[in-house]
């Protein structure tokens, strides 16, 4: 499918990519570029890749594809880097979670001769590094793919094949209604669990501890969660602020609701929302995407970027 395909930011996404491309022979040469020559040792023991480099613009140089899997707020310095060694007519491609940011970095820093189209696999755990990814881990979950407005349509095509082939259905957005629809679906509840398990942190010492001792009543599934990547998720905000900012307000209105209704002894307006919360869950397994079904080396339940697993869920249970 592809001759050369860069890989740059050989993390959680970066090596589960590389690995589905290795494992359904989507490229003939992979090759890894990142920045830690940590990661690049792990990399080549792990016989990941082709060739590894930690000077960017030499691992561009006549590859066809070029995809960015670095946190959203290095996508600028990484694109800096590699523009002036992209050859012409390649894709540059990237999985940030943010889309309308990064467009607008890719727009300006990589050369006209360049195609782009941006890209985000809705799938993930809250680990990192190389040996943290799977080729498993895009199977049956979502790809969107954001071109610009004058991408060729066999540009796309071209992508859409190599993320179908790793196992992802794909849909094409916008940047900035992906961003909104990310907000509510990914970014808020990320902000929730830190937020619930940051209030735990500066309990006292006494009362903490009792919150450990019985997590499993639901504390657990949020601490799973706020233990996802800090740079990644801290670039995740700085870079959705005004769709984060609009959804929290929202959110916001949302829970005095709740509130009242408590302090009211309101059970009907209770009851109905949670029916309805219900529902939501019903439709999500119904689409499929509920599932964990692939699991890693450590045998662990394996969870997408986007909802809490249920803690009845099967999939969970080791
Ligand atoms: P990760 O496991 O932390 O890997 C990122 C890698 O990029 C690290 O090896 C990091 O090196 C390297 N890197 C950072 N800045 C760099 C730079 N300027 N030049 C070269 N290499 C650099 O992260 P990840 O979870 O794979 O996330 C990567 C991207 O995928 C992010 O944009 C994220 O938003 C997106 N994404 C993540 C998920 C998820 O669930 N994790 C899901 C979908 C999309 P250091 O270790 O030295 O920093």
Known sequence: MFKQITIIGFGLIGSSLARAIKRHKLADRIVCADQSREVCEKVKSLGLADEIFTDLAKSVKDSDL????????????????????????????????????????????????????????????????????????FIGRWCILTPMQHTELRVVEKLTKLWEACGSNIEIMDPEHHDLVLGITSHLPHLIAYTIVGTATDMEEDLKGEVIKFSASGFRDFTRIASSDPVMWRDVFLNNKEAVLEILQRFTEDLTAMQKAIRKGDGDYLYQTFKETRDIRKAIIEAGQATYAYPTKSQEAVVPEVVPPAASDPARQR
Do not use: R
Not at 78 to 94: F, N, R, Y
Not at 113 to 134: L, R
């Open 66 to 137: 070029v995809v960015l899997c670095v946190p959203v707020g290095a996508m600028q310095s990484v694109a800096e880097k590699i523009a002036p060694a992209l050859s012409a007519g390649a894709i540059v491609t990237d999985v940030g979670s943010v889309k309308t940011s990064v467009m607008k970095t890719l727009q300006l820093k990589i050369p006209a001769k360049v195609h782009i189209v941006g890209g985000h696999p809705i799938a993930g755990t809250e680990h990192s590094g190389p040996e943290a990814g799977f080729a498993e881990l």
